[in-house]
């Protein structure tokens, strides 16, 4: 994937991003692997976001990429996640608000003149139809980019069955019986381990009406891309094949950028994180044993209350194993005040914790000290512990997560699942479980999924081929 000459002209691909931490970081690392391909990357963030993203160093690696942004139609004050999710109205504002704004700034790309060329393609979130909408509307060819995996993304395609079968809604009921109606999944889904929007009241609910939208528009584009390998979901990518004409697996993406730009820094500031990481907590890694540390983080969304807070810092503590936690700004919601930590925690966490409020998360889970990962689940997350080859203990809260935990326990055998319980025995049994190796298949499982994720991304394995196939595709719609 050499760069090319100047001289021959190149896609203009504008790339659209949900505008949340989990979806901008794939994006921009698939924006870097193009733009290494020779391409011109526009790169659309929100005005909100802009700023929280170092662009230093993506514009002295790769002046070929620009970064553009076009409002969210939020106040800057509004804090966009709430309660743990989405809001609902930075869902709704990215069609009503974004979506005018999206198409007036491809409309001014497209009479740029100089250096840049008109946008020859729009890759879009798989929850920004918008982008589709304008894409069409100005016949500029497009294609999807959907930031969960597989499984998760084909069983976003078969909620309409399963209302229709009256599975869905449901509301804490039953909620261990079988879904047997979504080909692949049969013998791994109950009702609780489907994604939270099915968790309705109503099937007119507006969370759960937009996600079905989002997921049907995605097939008015000439092609999917997932951040994920073939080989962990070969059966499910197949079935996706009945949908989509072309498919590329091109996971997991921070390896493939390694493996395909060789002096990529991954480790410094550029890494589309929307916060400051604190990189002191690797010096304290340092000082662990190896696979002593029990790393935990719930990610950029995740909402803990008060008791939750109480209940996973008591059986980390009582697990006695060193543990790393991301308590990130915001982790517990509106209200930041811990009140008054209890003895034991504080003596506990002096003695063998780490506590910041942002790591550098694919280094932390690549160092030889983290022997466990307690999680939320979020794909990306998942991912990177999947290369690092460390075992899980999920939490699954929101949206995927609650089938990536499914996944990671029963499907691929590489963690637990602690789905709907927040007890601190619990966390200390898991913890304890993962960390002292009682689970041995797990550990086998996590090295061997590592390995296969590893090779997919060297030369001849299938994210390797896949990203340049994309490239082809891409450079034969223009
Ligand atoms: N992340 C990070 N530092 C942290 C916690 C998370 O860099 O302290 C990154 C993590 O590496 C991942 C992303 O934030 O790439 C979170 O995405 P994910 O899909 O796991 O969860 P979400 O935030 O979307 O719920």
Redesign the pocket.
């Known amino acids: 994937m050499a760069e090319l000459g100047m001289d021959v002209p190149q896609p203009h691909v504008v790339i659209l991003p949900f505008p949340?931490?989990?979806h901008i970081?794939p994006m921009l690392m698939l924006a870097e692997l193009l733009c290494h391909a020779g391409f011109d990357i526009t790169f659309v963030n929100t005005d909100h976001n802009h700023t929280h993203i170092d662009q230093s160093g993506f514009h002295s690696r790769f002046p070929r990429l620009r970064f553009m942004s076009i409002p969210d139609g939020l106040p800057p004050e509004h804090p966009r996640i709430f309660s743990g999710r989405l809001a609902p109205d930075w869902l709704f504002s990215t069609r009503s608000v974004s979506k005018p704004k999206f198409k007036d700034l491809v409309i001014s790309l497209s009479q740029e003149t100089g250096r840049w060329s008109p946008p020859t393609c729009i890759i879009a979130d798989g929850i920004m139809s918008s982008a589709i909408d304008v894409a069409e509307e100005l016949e500029i060819p497009v294609i999807t980019f959907r930031t969960y995996n597989a499984g998760s993304t084909w069983i976003n395609f078969h909620i309409t069955k399963l209302i229709e079968k009256g599975e869905i809604p449901f509301q804490g009921d039953d909620m261990n019986r079988p879904i047997t109606s979504i080909p692949e999944l049969e013998n791994i889904l109950r009702r609780k381990d489907l994604p939270s929007i099915c968790r309705v009241e109503e099937v007119e609910n507006p969370v759960l009406q937009f996600y079905i939208t989002e997921t049907a528009a995605m097939t008015r584009a000439s092609a999917l891309i997932l951040n994920t390998f073939n080989e962990l979901e070969a059966p499910v990518i197949s079935q996706l094949g009945s949908i989509f004409p072309k498919i590329y697996t091109i996971g997991p993406l921070h390896a493939l950028l390694e493996s395909r730009i060789k002096d990529h820094p991954r480790s410094d500031s550029s890494n589309g994180?929307l916060r400051k990481?604190d990189r002191t907590c690797l010096t304290w890694l340092d000082s662990q044993p190896s696979k002593s540390v029990i790393y935990v983080?719930f990610?950029?969304?995740?909402v803990l209350t008060h008791d939750q807070l109480l209940e996973f810092w008591h059986g980390l503590v009582n697990s006695e194993k060193p543990f790393l936690w991301?308590r990130?700004q915001g982790l517990l919601g509106m209200d930041e005040e811990v009140g008054e930590t209890p003895a034991e925690l504080m003596r506990g966490t002096e003695e063998r914790g780490c506590i910041v409020g942002?790591?550098?998360?694919?280094e932390v889970l690549a160092h030889r000290a983290v022997g466990g990962f307690l999680t939320?689940g979020?794909?990306?997350?998942t991912l990177?512990s999947i290369l690092a080859g460390v075992p899980m203990v999920c939490w699954p809260q929101v949206a995927d997560q609650q089938p990536n935990s499914r996944f990671v326990s029963d499907l691929w055998g590489i963690g637990l699942d602690m789905k709907d319980t927040c007890d601190r025995s619990i966390v200390e049994k898991m913890v304890r479980d993962l960390m002292e190796g009682k689970r041995e298949s797990i550990r086998q499982s996590s090295a061997e999924i590592s390995r296969m994720a590893h090779d997919s991304v060297q030369e001849g394995g299938s994210s390797y081929c896949n990203i340049d196939k994309l490239i082809e595709h891409t450079r034969s719609i223009m």
């Open positions: 949340a931490q989990g970081k994180s990481q983080s990610g950029s969304v995740v991301v990130r942002w790591a550098p998360q694919e939320h979020g794909w990306n997350s990177e």
